[in-house]
C-alpha cells in the first residue's frame, strides 16, 4: 500500500474528492497553509493500494490546474527610505504536489 500526501489549491479540493471517492478511494481532508504564500490550502491524505497508484494519480492530475498569481514576497527588499517594503512577485500555483510513501502497516481496530 502507499500513502498520498497531496497538496492542492482550496479551488481544487472539492473537486477533486468528489472524483476520488466517486472511483472507490479513501480520501481525509487536511486543512493547511502553505508556507511561502501563508495561505490556506488542502492536503489530502490518500491510502491506495500498489495497483490502484497510477490511477489515484491520473484522477489528481486532470483534476488539478496550475495558474500563475500574483503574491507578495515574504522577503522584502529595502526601500528608499530604509524600510523593507514587500513587493509582489507572480508564482505558479495549483497543480499539485504529491508525495508517495510507503505504508508499512494499514490497520483499522
Ligand atoms: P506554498 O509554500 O504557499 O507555495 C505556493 C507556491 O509558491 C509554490 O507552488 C511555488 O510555485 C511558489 N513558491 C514556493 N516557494 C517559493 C520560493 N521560495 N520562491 C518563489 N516561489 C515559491 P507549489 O510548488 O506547487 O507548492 C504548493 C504548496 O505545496 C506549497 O504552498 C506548500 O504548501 C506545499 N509544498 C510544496 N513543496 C513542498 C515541500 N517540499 N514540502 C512540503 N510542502 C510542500
Known amino acids: ?9 482550496d479551488e481544487d ?4 474528492i468528489s472524483s476520488l471517492m466517486s472511483e472507490g478511494f479513501g480520501v481525509t481532508k487536511l486543512a493547511t497553509t502553505g508556507g511561502f504564500l501563508k ?4 492536503t489530502l491524505l490518500i ?3 500498489e495497483e490502484k497508484l497510477d490511477d489515484a494519480i491520473h484522477i489528481i492530475e ?14 522584502p ?5 530604509g524600510m523593507y517594503v514587500p513587493y509582489p ?4 500555483v495549483g ?4 508525495f508517495v510513501l510507503d505504508v508499512e502497516k494499514f490497520l483499522k481496530l
Not at 500500500?1 to 489549491?9: A, F, G, H, N, R
Not at 479540493?13 to 477533486?16: E, N
Not at 495561505?39 to 488542502?42: S, V
Request: hydrophobic share 45%; with cysteine.
Open 1 to 9: 500500500m502507499k500513502l498520498l500526501i497531496t497538496v492542492v489549491q
Open 62 to 75: 486532470k483534476v488539478c490546474k496550475s495558474r500563475r498569481q500574483m503574491a507578495t514576497s515574504p522577503s
Open 13 to 16: 479540493a472539492q473537486k477533486l
Open 77 to 81: 527588499v529595502a526601500g528608499a527610505a
Open 89 to 92: 512577485v507572480e508564482v505558479t
Open 39 to 42: 495561505a490556506g490550502n488542502t
Open 95 to 98: 497543480g499539485a504536489t504529491v
Open 47 to 49: 491510502g491506495v493500494d
